[in-house]
């Protein structure tokens, strides 16, 4: 191994997030994942939408992007697809992902294009001043739900196994050295990596904090669950909210979008030279 | 009637409900002309529904290239009734008109009626009531005198997927007409198809062309949601996909589009979306996530009437002031609109350059009526075409210098892609400095907004400045952009068989807004707009730019395009 964390770092600026949040553990993980892999920082896109972690790519050394609101998916899918030899990944947030971005989530799982995503899932939206997020449960009182949120709450990791989701794992802020893995389990994996993540919000979730989660998290793998069993998976998804699993619930070989076009054989789109393209098949083709 | 032979210049409409196909006649037709050596414009009208509904193609034909459609038949194929109710006062005196007497009873003394019994022949002699469409061009060849046999090699083409029984049957049907008409009525129909030597032509319509644009100038990147009219290009990129190694992908809504297109154009793959008006008001906040990032991306908006869901198969230019203020905040946004089909294919190649070269969305604006109208042209030279990059750099162009956001003098910054060593910087959608770190610092904020806008300056200077298009001097200017265009320029002619001068300006580039156009306004005698919408959005634009207020206008906005006829109508209308 030749590269460490500090190869991933910003030389600019320090993320700015409140102090304990679970977006510092998110941040180190990755950087830990990417050294481990050893991927170069200059071949890794590191997409962000708008929240709190959303904001880490101005916090490191790979190219980053920090998109809108709700699609930092569909804006990887098109680096990833522009170049597929890069390493693409996407952090989002429970209100990003799950709310204003729910219709591209489903499908991008559904579309299997070679991305890692993560969500930072923290029930609640930090960056607007603590709002009921769809991932918040029923009866949550929050500034925008004074009376309660009226409405069930998502569960991210049964909708992407449901929609053909080829790896789908949960991961927890409060272990770091098992998110690192999952995320280079993800990042090893061929197809969409979707890792919803655990995360206390400590600024605006005055009830469940560390201290809830902890001791009603488990860890898949040391509890003999099988993650090519998709029944399995699907209950293991719906334990909550007594148990929280954490790990690796569902994946599965499955064609990844760009390999099953031949466009992509020739090595990533945006090398290919356009500097002298013959048309004139396409004005023969329309003679009579 | 004895009328003077008229040769190669007609005009022929089919007329019948959807569903009794009279796409295939059109198709049929136009390519037997231009196997024949001579140019055609056609235009189709058709209904918002699945099945039903009087639906109509029109073919104008003649020796020299056509740009526009015409109203007044010479010859018409009604394969129903309501193509006989609705167009019959439509046809020129001495035209033709082929009905079925069995579905419609036609008075009028002044034309050349052929009642043949469409449905009924294709049912004896090929056995299939739908055939009625074929033996209706059959009748239609006899009567302009085109030998049959032309159609064979056209249908078998036609065809080749569907089998030999299926050429078999439509041989039959094309036969049947043609012998119907031979055997029924005497030889005196005026109108003639003759063969003549010429280039080899093509046959698109302006969706095609702004594709063939957009492959020639190395778009690899496509993400479309379709939607009436635009649709066209998304089938034809994903059509040629895998010739030119383009990644073209139906996703699943328009704003995944978008951003995905924004996505592939950052990382150094040219790319656009196309889409109408109600999916462009969808992608509108990502429009200016590309001005902020500075992203290039191409996108194709091809109107149809609105507003909300309006009028989905019709022509209209009522987005022009959405298109021109799409997005949050001030940023230099990149507008054209072609006139012409051939101005379609170049504008197709030029938004790429420009969209690498000021880094920013550029906008493609065409109509329904250019976007889904087709024309023969002859092959088009490409040799010329240059690919310009702008300040993307080359790997070993990067040094310890390079800010991607710098504030340089023409506005426009140095540019690297992801996979660049070196070249790693953040792209953020806040403000921010031009290292791309986030600031709200007042003068960093100042600098770098300016800096972007200034890019607008610098593409103006490469504009053009607009032309009078006619005589330098006359009593009446037609201003116009887009496609209407075609029905602008034809009308100068009308105009001056009626005694008026007129001349013409018509604005390719609505953002940066092109030079010219405030000289040629203040000297004009009279200024008059044609625009295909109810509020005379250019008009507006002009006052706005220029000061100047034009206060006839010509507007439209009915759905049907324009003609020359109409134009004349209102120009005479309102000089009086």
Known sequence: MTRSINDYQSKLGKPNWCAGCGDFAIDMAIKQALAQLDYNPDETAWIGGIGCGASAPYWTSCYGVLTLHGRPVPFATGVKLANHKLNVLAWSGDGDAYGIGMGHFIHAVRRNANIVYIVGNNTVYGLTKGQASPTSQKGCISPSTPFGAPDPDVNPIALAISAGGSFVARGYAGNLPHLTNLIKQAFEHKGFALIDIIQPCVTWDKIKGYAYYQDKTYVLEESGHDPSDKDAALKRAYEQPEKFPIGLFYQEERDVYEDTQPQFENGPLAKHDISNIDINPLFEAYTA | ?576
Not at chain 2, 63 to 87: F, G, I, Q, R, S
Request: aromatic share 8%; with cysteine.
């Open chain 2, 1 to 576: 009637m004895n009328l003077p032979k008229k040769i190669n210049e007609l005009n022929i409409m089919i007329g019948g409900k959807a569903g009794e196909g009279i796409d295939l006649p059109g198709s049929l037709i136009s390519h037997l002309c231009m196997k024949a050596g001579l140019y055609f414009h056609t235009a189709a009208e058709i209904q918002n529904v699945i099945k039903g509904y009087n639906n109509t193609f029109q073919i104008r034909i003649s020796e020299k290239p056509v740009n526009c459609h015409d109203n007044k038949y010479d010859l018409v194929l009604a394969l129903d009734d309501e193509t006989t109710d609705l167009y019959l006062d439509n046809i020129v005196p001495g035209g033709g008109l082929i009905y079925d007497p069995e579905t419609s009873t036609v008075e009028r003394d002044d034309i050349n009626l052929y009642p043949v019994p469409l449905r009924k022949i294709a049912k004896e002699k090929v056995g299939m009531e739908l055939a009625k469409n074929v033996v209706g061009v059959g009748a239609l060849l006899s009567l302009l005198d085109h030998p049959v046999n032309a159609l064979h090699e056209l249908l078998k083409k036609q065809f080749a997927k569907k089998g030999d029984k299926i050429i078999e049957s439509n041989i039959l049907a094309v036969e049947a007409g043609y012998h119907y008409v031979n055997e029924h009525f005497d030889d005196n129909f005026p109108f003639f198809l003759e063969d003549r030597e010429s280039p080899e032509t093509f046959m698109a319509d302006g969706s095609m062309l702004a594709c063939m644009g957009a492959i020639k100038a190395g778009c690899k990147f496509v993400s479309e949601y379709p939607m009436t009219p635009s649709s066209g290009i998304l089938h034809f990129m994903a059509k040629h996909a895998r010739d030119y190694n383009i990644s073209v992908n139906h996703v699943e809504d328009e704003l995944s589009a978008i951003n995905m297109a924004i996505g592939a154009g950052y990382a150094g793959t040219r790319s656009m979306t196309a889409t109408s008006g109600g999916g462009f008001a969808l992608m509108t906040e990502a429009i200016s996530l590309s001005g902020m990032i500075e992203a290039p991306v191409v996108i194709f908006e091809v109107q149809r009437p609105g507003p909300s869901t309006g009028l989905p198969t019709r022509t209209g230019q009522g987005d022009l002031r959405q298109v021109l203020h799409a997005g949050q905040g001030d940023f230099p946004k990149i507008v054209l609109a072609p006139g012409t089909h051939e101005e379609a294919f170049h504008m197709g190649f030029e938004a790429f350059n420009l969209a690498e070269i000021f880094q920013c969305p550029v906008i493609v604006l065409m109509e329904k009526y250019l976007a889904m109208n087709s024309v023969n042209l002859p092959k088009i030279n490409t040799e010329n075409f240059e690919i310009d990059r702008g300040k993307l750099m080359v790997e070993s162009e990067i040094d310890e210098s390079f800010k991607r956001f710098e504030d340089t003098p023409d506005g426009i910054p140095p540019r690297s892609i992801p996979g660049q060593k070196g070249g790693a910087h953040s792209a953020s959608s806040y403000e921010h400095r031009e290292d791309g770190y986030f600031t709200e610092l007042i003068p960093e904020v100042n600098a770098i907004q300016l800096r972007r806008m200034r890019k607008l300056d610098t593409c103006l200077e490469t504009l053009p400045l607009v032309m009078i298009e006619g005589e330098k001097e006359a009593d009446v200017t037609l201003v116009c952009w887009g496609s209407t265009y075609v029905a602008v320029v034809e009308s100068l002619t009308l105009l001056q068989n009626e005694g008026i001068s007129a001349n013409l300006i018509h604005i390719k580039y609505l953002s940066p807004f092109q030079n010219g156009v405030k000289e040629i306004l203040e000297n004009a005698k009279h200024p008059m707009l044609v625009e295909a919408n109810s509020s005379g959005q250019l008009g507006g634009l002009i006052r706005e730019k220029t000061g100047v207020n034009i206060e006839d206008k010509i507007l439209d906005f009915s759905g049907r395009p324009f003609t020359a006829d109409l134009i004349v109508e209102k120009v005479l209308k309102t000089l009086n």
